[in-house]
């Protein structure tokens, strides 16, 4: 895989894309570095790299969450899950959850 230089970020994602040619579909390891705002792809069934380090300008960290469409060369890929543990903790700390309860007694 990529090397990283000191001080680099990057984000790893699991997602699919809809061959429709083949009419099945592929699995991709997809690793978003926003610095250079560049993309990495890995075959995960084959177990080869895919795509090499490429800058995206238009892509940005805001486009990536779970169950979202990302366009990468053409390709509409689908954010199905965080590729490692970094990635799965730094996107939960940023999402917060509130839980109300509102009692019976409270409205009339």
Known sequence: MATLTLGEQKYT????????????TRPYRVIYFPVLKSVEM???????IFLKKQQIPSLVLD???LGAQVNILSRVLKVL???DVATRRQF????????????PDCYA
């Open 92 to 103: 939960e700390n940023q999402r917060q959850r509130t839980f109300a309860m509102i009692k």
């Open 42 to 48: 890995w075959d995960v069934k084959n177990s080869r």
């Open 13 to 24: 994602f699991e997602v699919e894309w809809y061959d429709q040619q083949a009419d099945i």
């Open 63 to 65: 486009d990536f969450f």
């Open 81 to 83: 899950d965080y590729g």
